[in-house]
């Protein structure tokens, strides 16, 4: 008996053997058993998540209950235990969209970001806060940073960086004059397409979008359109709405823009290079304790930054105790011609010792200095 057994198995085991396989009544009776508990385990997470928010303050608004940190580390947890066949961006969009319903039960978050919609800075709010919010399409960024100062908006979403343009200086500007804080950031991925109404190239006669995506698609509009009219709009969501009223104009914007405007995509994912990544920053009025893998921005400046070896004085701390420095840009300080503030994005915590013991020294040879915010690195 015992060598038929272990005949079956060897059959069992050979290349081109039919494998035995549960009917597929089976199947769906599993997955439907296994929808029902995540039911079941949903609902009661949301139920803790509401005594969270009891325990903290009974009386609070949905924003007093809202912690980065906390967030950041639940989908770092997530991404850890991935062993798949879900891909770590499903995983992380999984849990942030739980995360974002179970936030918002008594009322959502209120997110003002650089609009209309149909543009990245909105999937970019998405992507950061699940869709479980109010996104408040503002037309600048200066209104995004008026709305969350008056309290109209909790948090706002604006872009700061793409990998292959560079900086958003307005954004850095508003800091000059703003007492908001950087609360986290977002990396999305951007990929840009061609829309219209026509159904061939040789038809169009200009191509609309913001300077920026029009920058980030310069060589392939030079090899593929480079007689037509190149014309830099206000937001590739406006580029999009040209698009739609008027002839010969195709759009450089988004893919979720071609379903908005009713568009078709007339060529698919034309940036000029592969890794092309905006960076975003959330801002807001509240400090956050720290997630365990965090960056901190610092405006700081000196008196006379033409000073030889100003700026060198400014960084020496830094390097001195460790501390890495991702990031630096400089702007006019609008206190006088030719004197300068610096942006600064370091690794770590502001109330992390060692560099907390290089900001204190920092701080002692600066005109200048203020934390602009302490937050969660972008989890993917």
């Not at 209120?110 to 999937?123: D, I, M, N, R, S």
């Amino acid at each position: 008996m015992r060598g038929k057994g272990r005949a079956r198995r060897s059959t069992a085991a050979r290349p081109g053997a039919t494998e035995v396989r549960p009917p597929l009544e089976e199947i769906r009776s599993r997955i439907d058993a296994i929808d029902e508990a995540l039911q079941q385990l949903l609902n009661e997470r949301a139920t803790l998540a509401q005594q969270v928010g009891i325990s903290k303050n009974a009386a609070g608004r949905t924003v007093d209950y809202y912690r980065p940190e906390r967030e950041a580390e639940v989908l770092r947890a997530a991404l850890a235990r991935n062993r798949g066949p879900l891909r770590n961006e499903e995983v992380a969009r999984l849990f942030r969209e739980i995360m974002s319903a179970c936030l918002a039960q008594q009322e959502p978050l209120k997110v003002a970001f650089l609009g209309p919609e149909g543009t990245f800075t909105q999937q970019a709010v998405y992507k950061h806060f699940g869709h479980s919010v109010r996104a408040l399409a503002l037309p600048s960024i200066e209104e995004v940073f008026h709305e969350i100062e008056a309290g109209t908006a909790d948090f706002g979403v604006v872009p700061i960086e793409n990998s292959t343009e560079g900086t958003v200086m307005h954004t850095l500007d508003r800091f000059l004059g703003s007492p908001l804080l950087i609360c986290g950031e977002v990396e999305l991925r951007i990929h840009q397409y061609l829309l219209g109404r026509m159904q061939a190239l040789k038809s169009i006669r200009r191509v609309c979008s913001h300077q920026q995506s029009l920058a980030q698609c310069r060589e392939w509009l030079d090899e593929y359109l480079p007689e037509v009219e190149r014309v830099a709009v206000s937001s590739n969501a406006e580029a999009a709405r040209r698009a739609r009223d008027e002839q010969g104009t195709a759009a450089i914007a988004g893919e979720v823009a071609a379903e908005l405007y009713g568009l078709e995509v007339l060529v698919a994912k034309i940036e000029d290079r592969a890794d092309n990544t905006t960076r975003f920053l959330v801002i807001g009025s509240r400090r956050f304790q720290p997630s365990g893998d965090d960056k901190t921005t610092l405006l700081v400046s000196v008196a006379h930054t033409d000073a030889p070896g100003a700026l060198y004085r400014l960084l020496e701390p830094l390097a001195r105790n460790g501390i890495s420095m991702t990031r630096i840009e400089s702007r006019p300080s609008r206190r006088r011609k030719w004197d300068y503030v610096f942006f600064l994005d370091l690794e770590g915590h502001a109330e992390e010792p060692k560099l907390a013991a290089a900001l204190a020294e920092l701080q002692g040879r600066s005109s200048l200095f203020r934390v602009l915010g302490s937050y969660p690195r972008s989890v993917l």
